[in-house]
C-alpha cells in the first residue's frame, strides 16, 4: 500500500510499537499524527521525525479527547486516511 502523502493518526505513539509505527509512516512518506496520553513522550516522537508529524495530547477514553485528536489531523494535514488505534 502507498502512504506516500497520507495522513496517518496513531494512538499510543509515544513508545513502543505505536512510536515504531508512527516513524515508520514517516519514513514511508506518511504525515503522522501522534497521539498520547504522555506529553512528553509524544513530543519527543515528534522531535524524532520532524516536520512531518504533530502531536496531541490524547486519552483515548475521553470522547472530547478524540475529537480534538481528529480535529488536529484535519487543521494541521488536511484531513485523515490512516488511523492506527493502537493506545
Do not use: C, P, Q
Not at 501522534?34 to 524524532?48: P, S, Y
Amino acid at each position: 500500500m502507498e502512504i506516500a502523502g497520507k495522513v496517518a493518526l496513531v494512538t499510543g505513539a509515544g513508545a513502543g510499537i505505536g512510536k515504531s509505527i508512527a516513524r515508520r509512516f514517516a519514513k514511508k512518506g506518511a504525515w503522522v499524527v501522534v497521539a498520547d496520553i504522555d506529553g512528553e513522550r509524544g513530543r519527543e516522537t515528534v522531535a524524532e521525525i520532524g516536520a512531518k508529524a504533530a502531536y496531541t495530547r490524547t486519552d483515548v477514553s475521553s470522547e472530547e479527547d478524540v475529537r480534538h485528536m481528529i480535529g488536529i489531523a484535519v487543521a494541521k494535514f488536511g484531513g485523515l486516511h490512516i488511523l492506527v488505534n493502537n493506545a
